[in-house]
Every structure is written in structure tokens, then in C-alpha cells.
């Protein structure tokens, strides 16, 4: 019973930091009202939030692994929710600018953490369902948190939908003290001896997938607001029912992903990769008709967490097996190298915007689905011939 509650903690976890990541893509439009800045000057916090999450999650990873998981994880989520608290109440663009920063500096390393938690509290066999279940919790605050939140800011205001999401991170954080185990053995190493895992080409590449797979979606998903309204012709009461059926093929998205980790891993990704690259292409034909258009971002979003568990565990694996001092780190490449690529999709898909256009958005996000299935096809290659070559030297 008490692993259950514990792995609900972890996914509590995700849900939390979820509605503060993405809920600013459903109220992208009132920001920009609000601040009287253009839609992509809002979009910018989408960049600035992944690229701070990116960039600083290995810093901080690096120095926190010295210290009591259970006490980092305590103080990061204090920062955090203090960070989400000066969101709501910022008085002007360039404060909310440095609130997001507050928060993506603790965002990844408490993810981080709650991937490691993982490793203690369940077994081996069970550890890629409960990965799929706490990348579930960004997907389930797809489909409750930003639905809510656009609701809240189209009712009253932006900021209760960030006032909220303070609410339920206390909740949370009192759960995390009560329930997670408080002392974990670690492994003590120097600095160069975490970092020995990044030279791994396992996961050199295995991080470029990661990236590469988040950036094609988001070339179009930073944009899925006016998409849907100026494109579609959607109307803006729908947008929340909208966003929570996006959000329903997210978490099946994320819940496969288990499935996947558990049954051939990454040897099945290339086939998502070339029916993604075949939906993007079809985009920029289909992006003004309701009936077609809109199953084609919910086949985009069912796509979208798929790497997730299988990647994950590939990263886990490597470290428990070869770097075992570079567990935490190891638990971040996955959330680092995805925000890594939602800054680069988003910036891309800005660029696009400007240039040709919302309908033009799926052309660049093909790109990025045609390179994941090159990285993926070589990662699997070279995890399949590093295995053999193990074997060999063990007989």
C-alpha cells in the first residue's frame, strides 16, 4: 500500500509541474493581452522556460547528488512553489520573465529526483510503468490543469489558473515529506566521475533523439491556441474541451509509452517516427478544415510521449550498469534534452510564423521528425552491437 501512495507522490509530482510548464500555452493569448506584448513576444516565455530548464538542470544535478535526496527534493519544491507564486502575482512582463526562471531552474532537477525515487521504491520489472506514469502527470495536466486554467483565464484572470497550481504544489509537497523515503544510499563521486556518462555515444545520441523529437512537435504545439481558433475556426469557449481531448491522446501517448519500454523499447520507434513525418507533411493542406485538421493533432499528440519510458530506461540502464554515480544525472537527460528541444521548436516554429505563417508550421516540424528517425534507427544499432560486444567479452 505504501509504494502505491509513494508512486502516486511521483506522479502528483509530474501533474504539478506539468500545469506550470504547459499551461502557458492555453493562456498564451491573455498574456499578451494582459502585458499588451504580441503573441510572440508571449510565446517567448515558452523558449526562455525550456532553454533555463535545459542549460541549468545538469549544473544543478551535478551539485545536488552530494546531498540527501529527500532534503533537495523538500527545498526545490519550496523554491518552486514560491517561484509559481510570483508568476500569479507579477506586475509586469519582464517580472513574469524572471518568475518562469525561478521555476525552470527547480523544474528539472525535481523531475530529475522523482525518477531516482523511482529506482528505490519498485522493482526492476514495475519501473517503466511508473516512468510512463509520472511523464503521465505532465500528460494529465494536459488534459485537467491547462483545460482548467484556460477555463479560469477566459472566466476571470490568468493568474488564478498559477495561484491554483500553488494550491495543489503545497498539497503535494506535504505528501512528499510524509510519504518518500527520507534516506537513500548514495554513491559519492567527483565531478569528472558524474560526468563520464556524457560521453557515453549511447547517450550522446540517445539525447539528440530526445530533442529532436520534442522539437518537431512543438514547432506546432507552442501554437496550438491560434491554430485552433484562427485556423480551425474554433470557437473560444471550446478551447478547453479542445485542449482536454488533446490532452486524453497525450496520456495515451504517455501510457503506451510504457507498453513500449516493456516490449521491444526502441526497436519499434522508427515506425512512429515516419507516420509522424507523414502527418506533419500533411499539415499545411489540411490546417483550415475542422473534420481533418483536428485529427491530425490529436495523432500528433497521441505520438508525442511515445520516446518517453523507452528512452528513460535506456538512460537508467546505462547508468546503473556503467556509471551508478551519475544515477541523478542520468534520470535528467530525458526532461534536459526535451525542453532543449521544445526551445528549439518553439524558436523554429516562431521563425516560421513570422515568415510563412501558422499554415507553414508542419513543413518544419517534418524536418525534426525525419532527423528522429535517423538517430533512432542508429541508436538502436549501436545499443544492439555495445550488448553483443558485452556478451562476448563475458563468454
Known amino acids: 500500500m505504501k509504494t502505491k501512495l509513494q508512486s502516486i507522490v511521483l506522479v502528483l509530482i509530474g501533474f504539478v509541474l506539468g500545469c506550470n510548464e504547459f499551461i502557458i500555452v492555453g493562456i498564451l493569448s491573455d498574456v499578451s493581452r494582459g502585458f499588451n506584448v504580441s503573441t510572440s513576444q508571449a510565446g517567448f516565455l515558452v523558449t526562455l522556460f525550456a532553454l533555463v530548464y535545459a542549460f541549468s538542470t545538469p549544473i544543478v544535478n551535478t551539485i545536488i547528488s552530494q546531498f540527501n535526496r529527500f532534503k533537495v527534493l523538500v527545498i526545490l519544491m519550496g523554491i518552486f512553489i514560491a517561484g509559481n507564486t510570483y508568476t500569479a502575482l507579477a506586475p509586469s512582463f519582464n517580472q513574469l520573465i524572471a518568475s518562469r526562471v525561478i521555476t525552470a531552474l527547480t523544474a528539472g532537477p525535481i523531475i530529475s529526483l522523482?525518477?531516482?525515487?523511482?529506482?528505490?521504491?519498485?522493482?526492476?520489472?514495475?519501473?517503466?510503468?511508473?516512468?510512463?506514469?509520472?511523464?503521465?502527470?505532465?500528460?494529465i495536466a494536459s488534459v485537467v490543469g491547462v483545460p482548467v486554467g484556460t477555463l479560469i483565464a477566459n472566466s476571470t484572470n490568468w493568474r488564478y489558473s498559477f495561484l491554483?497550481?500553488?494550491i495543489i504544489g503545497l498539497a503535494c509537497l506535504a505528501a512528499v515529506v510524509w510519504l518518500l523515503p527520507k534516506h537513500i544510499k548514495q554513491t559519492k563521486s567527483s565531478l569528472m566521475g558524474q560526468l563520464a556518462i556524457v560521453r557515453d555515444r549511447r547517450v550522446i545520441i540517445g539525447s539528440a533523439l530526445v530533442m529532436c523529437n520534442l522539437a518537431g512537435t512543438y514547432v506546432v504545439y507552442t501554437y496550438l491556441q491560434p491554430i485552433l481558433t484562427e485556423m480551425m475556426k474554433f470557437s473560444v469557449a471550446s478551447l478547453g474541451l479542445l485542449l482536454a481531448v488533446y490532452g486524453v491522446a497525450s496520456i495515451f501517448s504517455n501510457q503506451f509509452s510504457g507498453f513500449l519500454a516493456s516490449h521491444g523499447s526502441l526497436t519499434r520507434m522508427p515506425w512512429v517516427y515516419i507516420v509522424q513525418s507523414v502527418v506533419f507533411l500533411m499539415m499545411p493542406f489540411f490546417i483550415h478544415s475542422q473534420t481533418l485538421?483536428?485529427?491530425?493533432?490529436?495523432?500528433?499528440?497521441?505520438?508525442?510521449?511515445?520516446?518517453?519510458?523507452?528512452?528513460?530506461?535506456?538512460?537508467?540502464?546505462?547508468?546503473?550498469?556503467?556509471?551508478?554515480?551519475?544515477?541523478?544525472?542520468a534520470s535528467s537527460f530525458n526532461s534536459i534534452f526535451s525542453n532543449l528541444g521544445i526551445s528549439v521548436g518553439s524558436a523554429v516554429g516562431s521563425a516560421i510564423l513570422s515568415t510563412?505563417?501558422?499554415?507553414?508550421?508542419?513543413?518544419?516540424?517534418?524536418?525534426?521528425?525525419?532527423?528522429?528517425?535517423?538517430?533512432?534507427?542508429?541508436?538502436?544499432?549501436?545499443?544492439?552491437h555495445f550488448i553483443k560486444t558485452v556478451k562476448n567479452k563475458v563468454a
Open 114 to 139: 522523482a525518477m531516482s525515487f523511482a529506482t528505490v521504491i519498485v522493482s526492476i520489472q514495475k519501473r517503466p510503468m511508473l516512468v510512463s506514469w509520472i511523464f503521465s502527470g505532465f500528460s
Open 356 to 384: 510563412g505563417g501558422l499554415s507553414a508550421l508542419g513543413i518544419g516540424a517534418a524536418v525534426f521528425a525525419v532527423a528522429s528517425f535517423g538517430l533512432v534507427t542508429y541508436l538502436v544499432k549501436i545499443t544492439h
Open 293 to 329: 485538421g483536428f485529427p491530425l493533432l490529436l495523432i500528433m499528440g497521441m505520438a508525442m510521449y511515445l520516446l518517453n519510458a523507452p528512452i528513460q530506461i535506456h538512460f537508467m540502464q546505462i547508468a546503473e550498469s556503467d556509471y551508478p554515480q551519475s544515477m541523478v544525472l
Open 164 to 166: 491554483l497550481i500553488t
